[in-house]
């Protein structure tokens, strides 16, 4: 369906961003390390509101409940693979990062 490309396109942007976010404001202002549970349940959270907000405004209701679990169901898996591929991609580049930063102190 061209709504749930998105909703898809929607969880994408705000992986994204809640991934900037992550790098640029909180970790500058706060020591994350500690605390990735946190990290974890914003993610959550924001993709959990995000699903419901669309399900609320679609033609979910309508559904007979069956059909409405698969659908849920289907919505949660693809929302979070779309939210949490910025936020794996992130984690890859502070992987990345991080060891190049750890060479550079052994090389001195």
Known sequence: MAADTILYA?????GTL???F???VLKRHYEI????W?????GVAMTGLIVLAY????AAPALR???????VWALWTFSFCASGAPIIAWQLWV??????????LEAD
């Open 10 to 14: 929607a969880q994408l942007v705000g």
């Open 18 to 20: 809640y991934a900037l």
């Open 22 to 24: 992550l790098e640029f």
């Open 33 to 36: 390390r500690g605390h990735t």
């Open 38 to 42: 946190a990290t974890v349940a914003g």
């Open 55 to 58: 399900l609320l405004n679609t």
């Open 65 to 71: 409940p069956d059909d409405l679990e698969m659908r």
């Open 95 to 104: 992987y990345d990062r991080n060891v190049s930063e750890l060479r550079n």
